[in-house]
């Protein structure tokens, strides 16, 4: 049976899934139309199903139903069903694994929301968490969504996921800026809240069981390896995993290999060292629109290798890779030679440059992304100005 023919035997199965007011009573509706699920996971790739279930989400289908599914009916059916669960906990038994990682700090981030849904003052105290929610959500977006599109074929997380996290962690975020906060906006947090605890479950029983079932060794090095780049966040701090000490990157060109350049010739070497010398941060998109390159060392704006080889559209929110798209686009076809924006990360601010790379005869070569951290342009006028206000009170 096709993916699509198996994906909507699917959505029509859950769907008619009673609503989650009587368990015993669903539990037993749930048994009486298991027939019409058939044999789905025998067919399947247990990994194709864990990423149909989370497109039903994204097509609308009641969070609820989807949980008596994974939990009851499909149970009942065929217990292999939860062979991804078996799998996602087997590694969160490892020490310091990717997912033992990532899982503990769903545990820490449920505990604190429980916390919060008690009173108005735990509510507030949450403020100083939204960063740490972010880092979160970042490591899910920047290493596992586009691992599991690019890599394995499953695009539910890229596609639905990494949207609807920036979608919560927004709507949580401005919440937490309001200065009126009474009863109306204790509901509102509540609602802000349950849905975070959706994303958890949705993550817990969806997402890191297709991840624990499709992901090899290697993917889960290189991830390890790129995490390094991400602060600790909610309480869990990084500790040594073995296997992921032992990835290897790709092998460096000789060192002493001329690299002949218009203005002169440097060996690769040098000229490694000098680009991950520039306090700057650099991205070339070729002209397939593929990440190619980026400069190594610290980065605001995360650049995890697993992106190298890859459409720059798959490694960006799938609302964020269509403007990416659209801005390519007009490269190309020459009707835009760069787009500069000034953005805020973690409160500081940054200057990013796209421009169009074209040789002698105007061809279209690809893309440089320039990323330029102004703190100090922002410390030095701020500086500039006071003495300004100093002289004029004299």
């Not at 919560?168 to 009474?182: A, I, P, V």
Request: charged share 25%; hydrophobic share 35%; proline share 4%.
């Amino acid at each position: 049976m096709e993916n699509k023919l198996l994906f909507e035997e699917l959505k029509n199965f859950v769907n008619q899934l009673p609503c989650a007011q009587d368990p015993y009573g669903q539990k037993a509706e749930a048994l009486e139309i298991k027939s019409n699920y058939g044999t789905y996971g025998k067919d399947q790739n247990y990994g194709r199903l864990y990423n149909d279930l989370i497109e039903l989400a994204k097509t609308g289908t009641p969070l609820e139903k989807i949980r008596i599914f994974t939990e009851d009916c499909a149970l009942n059916c065929n217990e292999d069903i939860h062979s991804g669960q078996k799998a996602f906990e087997d590694l969160c038994r490892v020490s310091a694994h990717p997912l033992q990682v990532l899982e503990a700090e769903n545990k820490e981030l449920e505990a604190m929301i429980e916390k919060a849904l008690s009173s108005h003052e735990e509510k507030e105290a949450l403020k100083d968490t939204i960063w740490q929610v972010s880092v979160h959500d970042m490591k899910k977006g920047d290493l596992l969504y586009p691992t599991l599109k690019v890599r394995h074929g499953f695009p539910a997380g890229h596609d639905y996921l990494w949207d609807s996290d920036i979608e919560l962690r927004t709507h949580y975020s401005g919440l937490m800026r309001q200065s009126r906060q009474d009863e109306l906006w204790d509901k509102h947090m509540d609602e802000a809240l349950h849905s975070i605890q959706d994303m958890l479950w949705i993550e817990n029983s969806l997402l890191y069981p297709l991840c624990a079932l499709a992901f090899s060794e290697a993917d889960w090095q290189e991830i390890y390896q790129n995490a390094k780049d991400y602060p600790a966040c909610l309480n869990v701090e990084p500790v040594v995993w073995d296997k992921g000490e032992e990835f290897q990157k790709a092998p460096l060109p000789d060192p002493c290999q001329k690299v002949v350049l218009g203005g002169g010739t440097l060996t690769a070497a040098q000229l490694n060292v000098m680009l991950n010398s520039l306090p700057i941060e650099l991205t070339f998109v070729d002209v397939n629109n593929q990440n190619a390159y980026f400069n190594e060392g610290h980065k605001a704006f995360k650049r995890p290798t697993i992106a190298l080889g890859h459409e720059v559209f798959e490694c960006h929110p799938a609302k964020v890779g269509a403007m990416v798209k659209g801005m390519l686009e007009d490269f190309k076809s020459g009707k835009k030679d760069s787009v500069h924006i000034w953005m805020n990360k973690q409160d500081k601010p940054y200057y990013v440059t796209y421009m169009a790379l074209r040789d002698t005869d105007g061809t279209y070569m690809g893309t440089l992304e320039i990323v330029q951290p102004m703190e100090f342009a922002k410390e030095h006028f701020a500086a500039s100005n006071e003495v300004k206000k100093q002289i004029k009170g004299w």
